[in-house]
């Protein structure tokens, strides 16, 4: 308590000034509480009206994002289930579904590579060598077979045995007419351009090997290896001729051809003949082949090394799609969708009932890798049909967060204001967000005016309180100086007079030697100039005070204003034990 007291006593002093500090101080309090009562109730009022606005308006972006988030996920839907029903349209059997998923591929490219499995997990398409029975000779042949396998037998005894690719060649050309079976005709043909080629006539050679192609092309895929080891024969045709280009030309169509049937053949075969496409490519010039459909098929076959490592993962995804229930085929088919590891796309899986071989149901898996790039497409036609807004911007962001596509521009991560999730691309959302500026600032300009005011009402009273509050500061100040002032000065005032007195009482006692009183006199004569100026000092601090001072600024020379100092201090000094030196 007796702290406390001395800390404020000051306000309860009875010095003159005290009252008007009290009362200062009174006011000061009095204007204070209220004004903070005022500025909390009103930033609590301002707050409470922005969250409201801001409310509003997340529920007017979120609505504008579900709806954009439903036409990308039906279309994305609506493609997978006419998919479906395309590949499984009349309950179709195994062999007619591989086809159809064959023809699929080859119609769009984009949908490779397409997956089908069983529930167990095994796949059955894409499967190296078209391991499915009765599609490699579907067509008949106008041919007896009884005439082909002797034909043939003697063409390959000629070859083979004797040598003489000549003779050769014109019994296969009687085997490939005597062909009842697409397999018969085409292992006839392959031989007749064979010795052609031995024979040393590249140019029937080529004839005979392009007719086998376009033959082998027109065939189930079972017969697709067979096209591939004739293109590559058909370049050895075009050497022995010296064509470069038209060997350049046919090393093109047996890229091309590898690349068509990259999951149609085995694994061995493929590396065999692209190691063997490699050499011939690396053998020739520059200007022989195009260049833009070079870079088009090594674009493709890095596509579809893509689609290779994708494939374990679409299978892993799909193995863990739940059972079909039991009953008759659907109408609508069940549609999953997952995403695939490393952001690589998303998996659509459907169950597809088939026709088993019994009668009874074969319930199998169809899967359908979307890429990123194909699932980007199809959220920038929505959003650019979606229409623009002066301040609301639509924008979907990846898996990854990356955005794809935003109808104003690319939707900042600050600025969203609110989000929806894809039921057909999981880890993507649709998102919408202000153009300028963030939500708080959308919803704060309602209330700006009403925030503005209660600024201005707390501010006005804040720097009232501020200006009383420095005035009183300011008169406490002066105070504070007005005292310590007084007492300086008191102080200063004791040396001279004491010093005055000292000398004054020594020369009255007569005892002071007459060679020393000049001396003397010349002290008391200095000291009453410095009691003069004191004084002096003090008519100036209250003239200073009163705004009534001035001024006349005149030369000084610092060394004879310190010498004098420092004489005043030499007796006192030298009554002390200190002796002074001076260098100036």
């Avoid at 306000?11 to 009174?26: A, D, I, M």
């Avoid at 088009?296 to 890095?302: F, K, N, V």
């Avoid at 002066?478 to 005032?493: I, K, T």
Wanted: hydrophobic content about 45%; some cysteine; aromatic content about 6%.
């Amino acid at each position: 308590m007796p702290i406390f007291r001395g800390r404020l006593g000051w306000l309860t002093n009875r010095r003159p000034g005290g009252r008007r500090l009290r009362l200062t101080v009174g006011l000061f309090a009095a204007l204070l509480l209220p004004t903070v009562a005022l500025a909390y109730l009103s930033i609590r009022s301002v707050r409470g009206e922005a969250a409201e606005a801001r409310q509003l308006l997340e529920v007017s972006y979120r609505r504008v994002a579900d709806v954009v988030t439903a036409q990308i996920d039906a279309e994305i839907e609506q493609r997978d289930r006419t998919l479906v029903r395309r590949i499984g349209s009349g309950r179709p059997d195994l062999q007619t579904v591989l086809e159809r998923l064959h023809e699929a591929e080859r119609n769009d490219p984009v949908l490779r590579p397409l997956v089908l499995l069983e529930e167990s997990g095994i796949v059955l398409y894409p499967s190296r060598g078209w391991p499915v029975p009765g599609l490699s000779s579907r067509a008949g042949r106008r041919g007896d077979s009884r005439e082909f396998g002797p034909a043939f037998a003697a063409a390959e005894e000629s070859e083979l045995r004797e040598g003489r690719p000549a003779a050769a060649s014109r019994l296969y050309a009687a085997a490939v007419e005597t062909a009842s079976t697409d397999d018969e005709f085409l292992r006839a043909l392959n031989g007749l351009a064979r010795c052609e080629l031995k024979a040393g006539r590249p140019v029937p050679a080529a004839r005979a090997y392009e007719r086998l192609i376009a033959a082998a092309s027109a065939l189930a895929p079972a017969q697709v290896g067979r096209g591939i080891v004739a293109r590559h024969q058909l370049i050895s045709c075009y050497q022995a001729l010296g064509d470069q280009d038209g060997a350049a030309a046919a090393a093109l169509d047996l890229y091309a051809a590898l690349l068509e049937a990259r999951f149609l053949v085995e694994e061995d075969f493929y590396g065999l003949y692209r190691s063997l496409l490699a050499e011939l490519l690396e053998g020739q010039a520059p200007v022989s082949l195009p260049p833009a459909r070079f870079d088009e098929l090594r674009d493709r076959e890095s596509e579809l090394a893509q689609a290779l490592s994708f494939l374990d993962s679409v299978s892993a995804v799909a193995a863990r799609f739940p059972p079909a229930p039991p009953g008759g085929s659907r109408t609508v088919p069940a549609m999953e969708y997952a995403g695939l590891p490393g952001g690589a796309g998303v998996v659509a899986i459907s169950s597809l009932d088939l026709e088993g071989e019994a009668g009874g149901d074969l319930r199998l898996r169809l899967a359908r890798r979307w890429s990123t790039d194909e699932l980007t497409a199809v959220a920038r036609r929505i959003l650019s049909e979606s229409g623009r807004s002066s301040d609301l911007g639509i924008g979907v962001l990846a898996a990854d967060g990356v955005p794809v596509n935003a109808s104003v521009n690319e939707a900042p991560a600050a600025q969203i204001a609110a989000g929806t999730a894809l039921q057909t691309a999981p880890g993507w959302r649709v998102v919408a967000f202000p153009v300028s500026g963030s939500l708080e600032e959308l919803a704060a300009r309602d209330t700006r005016r009403y925030a503005v005011l209660m600024i201005l009402v707390v501010g006005t009273v804040v720097v009232g309180l501020t200006l009383a509050a420095r005035s009183v500061s300011h008169e406490v100040a002066l105070a504070r100086l007005r005292a310590e002032f007084v007492s300086s000065v008191s102080h200063e005032l004791k040396t001279p007079l004491a010093l005055i007195r000292v000398f004054a009482e020594n020369l009255s006692s007569q005892w002071v030697a007459e060679d020393k009183k000049a001396g003397y006199y010349e002290v008391i004569r200095r000291e009453s100039e410095r009691l003069t100026a004191l004084i002096n000092n003090v008519l100036d601090f209250s003239r200073i005070e009163a705004g009534t001072q001035s001024y006349e600024l005149v030369d000084l020379d610092l060394r004879e204003l310190t010498a004098d100092i420092l004489e005043r201090y030499r007796l006192h000094l030298k009554k002390s034990g200190v002796e002074l030196t001076t260098d100036l």
